[in-house]
């Protein structure tokens, strides 16, 4: 069945009994479980409701920086006070996407069956040298590009980030992000592309690797940037176990009117990063892919300059194809009201690439 068919919007007159005060968890908010009691999983097409962490009416809207929302982050990567920021609890369906049929160009993500030998996700010479090339090549294959590299990675646990565990080779594991965000904004994109083409800093993944020398080359970065590339994020679970704890939600991208959008800037001591985050409308399509394996993968596109929203008509892009309708994906951790209550927290690890086409 197409993702298409399956059409349900969101009713905040349905809430689930949960407590309305949320607690703060990193970037975003968890609002703990269900009070009258666990749900049935959805059937593929049928939704749950389920609690995500949007941005209140009165934050500022915008595609580019206002300088209203945001956080300073510190050296060691911990963020002081948010400001301009309302995190608010929105009750929202979240429909059972296996069986149907997701495009990247289409809906801004896709689940694809993986199946491989499994390295040590927490080794992270492993994932550099042995699971970077595989999910160029996932990449390559899914959406046609002409060259495909991988240039970060996080692994995330709930649990193991609580207690302050760290991956073989010395990166913190990181917690899963309950906030509905999107990592890049038209802004810092085609900057973190452009980053590629200089020689890695200091606490870049990829400088054990590369040492002094840039994963993109200089001299023809800007021609590259000038048609279509794309930046898309590879998403596994990384248990024996399949995920029932803190999924992965993620919304069809033409879902979301830009309107909507609200860019949060992240103020280092020498830089600005920005993400997206958004307000709520009920024209947002949420999807999940329940009891995700280690042999399944969620492809996730972050940001395509062929995405009909930025794209300006003709030039390179028209000579790539023309315009897509997804420039990027919103998605979010989310708290799944049929999770069992004694179920372990969900491992996983997403890897960033950047698709040249």
Same mark, same amino acid.
């Given at each position: @069945?197409?993702?298409?068919?399956?059409?349900?919007?969101?009713?905040?007159?349905?809430?689930? /009994?949960?407590? %309305?005060?949320?607690?703060?968890?990193?970037?975003?908010?968890?609002?703990?479980?269900?009070?009258?009691? &666990?749900?049935?999983?959805?059937?593929?097409?049928?939704?749950?409701?389920?609690? &995500?962490?949007?941005?209140?009416?009165? $934050?500022?809207?915008?595609?580019?920086?206002?300088?209203?929302?945001?956080?300073?982050?510190?050296?060691?990567?911990?963020?002081? +006070?948010?400001?301009?920021?309302?995190?608010?609890?929105?009750?929202?369906?979240?429909?059972?996407?296996?069986? @149907?049929?997701?495009?990247?160009?289409?809906?801004?993500?896709?689940? +694809?069956?993986? /199946?491989?030998?499994?390295?040590?996700?927490?080794?992270?010479?492993?994932?550099?040298?042995?699971?970077?090339?595989?999910?160029?090549?996932? $990449?390559?294959?899914?959406?046609?590009?002409? /060259?495909?590299?991988?240039?970060?990675?996080?692994?995330?646990?709930?649990?193991?980030?609580?207690?302050?565990?760290?991956?073989?080779?010395?990166?913190?594991?990181?917690?899963?992000?309950?906030?509905?965000?999107?990592?890049?904004?038209?802004?810092?994109?085609?900057?973190?592309?452009?980053?590629?083409?200089?020689?890695?800093?200091?606490?870049?993944? &990829?400088? =054990?690797?590369?040492?002094?020398?840039?994963?993109?080359?200089?001299?023809? $970065?800007?021609?590259?940037?000038?048609?279509?590339?794309?930046?898309?994020?590879?998403?596994?679970?990384?248990?024996? /176990? #399949? $995920?029932? =704890?803190?999924?992965?939600?993620?919304?069809?991208? #033409?879902?979301?009117?830009?309107?909507?959008?609200?860019?949060?800037?992240?103020?280092?001591?020498? %830089?600005?990063?920005?993400?997206?985050?958004?307000?709520?409308?009920?024209?947002? %399509?949420?999807?999940?892919?329940?009891?995700?394996?280690?042999?399944?993968?969620?492809?996730?596109?972050?940001?395509?300059?062929?995405?009909?929203?930025?794209?300006?008509?003709?030039?390179?892009?028209?000579?790539?194809?023309?315009?897509?309708?997804?420039?990027?994906?919103?998605?979010?951790?989310?708290?799944?009201?049929?999770?069992?209550?004694?179920?372990?927290? %969900?491992?996983?690890?997403?890897?960033?690439?950047?698709?040249?086409?």
């Amino acid at each position: @069945m197409p993702a298409g068919e399956a059409r349900e919007e969101a009713d905040d007159s349905r809430p689930l /009994k949960q407590a %309305r005060n949320g607690t703060s968890h990193g970037i975003g908010m968890m609002w703990g479980p269900p009070e009258d009691g &666990l749900v049935p999983t959805p059937l593929p097409g049928e939704s749950v409701i389920a609690p &995500l962490t949007y941005q209140g009416d009165a $934050v500022p809207r915008g595609l580019t920086a206002t300088g209203k929302v945001g956080t300073h982050r510190d050296g060691s990567g911990s963020d002081g +006070e948010y400001f301009g920021c309302e995190f608010v609890r929105r009750d929202v369906p979240v429909i059972n996407g296996r069986g @149907m049929e997701f495009d990247l160009d289409r809906h801004g993500f896709a689940f +694809e069956a993986d /199946k491989r030998e499994h390295i040590d996700y927490f080794d992270e010479d492993k994932v550099l040298k042995e699971y970077y090339p595989a999910c160029c090549d996932i $990449v390559q294959r899914a959406i046609g590009a002409k /060259k495909v590299v991988a240039f970060d990675h996080n692994v995330r646990s709930k649990t193991l980030s609580d207690s302050k565990e760290k991956l073989k080779g010395g990166s913190a594991v990181q917690g899963p992000a309950f906030v509905v965000h999107n990592d890049y904004t038209v802004t810092s994109a085609p900057r973190r592309a452009r980053d590629l083409a200089k020689p890695p800093k200091v606490n870049d993944t &990829l400088r =054990k690797v590369l040492g002094d020398h840039p994963l993109v080359d200089p001299a023809t $970065v800007e021609e590259k940037l000038s048609g279509r590339w794309a930046l898309i994020n590879v998403w596994r679970n990384i248990r024996a /176990k #399949p $995920v029932q =704890k803190l999924p992965l939600a993620l919304c069809e991208g #033409p879902s979301v009117p830009l309107g909507d959008v609200v860019t949060f800037e992240i103020h280092y001591a020498d %830089r600005v990063g920005e993400n997206y985050f958004a307000g709520k409308s009920v024209d947002h %399509r949420w999807f999940y892919f329940p009891f995700a394996t280690r042999d399944e993968a969620i492809l996730l596109k972050c940001w395509d300059s062929a995405g009909a929203a930025f794209a300006p008509p003709g030039g390179k892009i028209a000579e790539s194809g023309g315009r897509v309708p997804a420039t990027f994906a919103f998605h979010s951790a989310f708290e799944d009201p049929s999770t069992p209550l004694d179920a372990e927290d %969900r491992e996983s690890i997403e890897v960033r690439t950047l698709a040249f086409f």
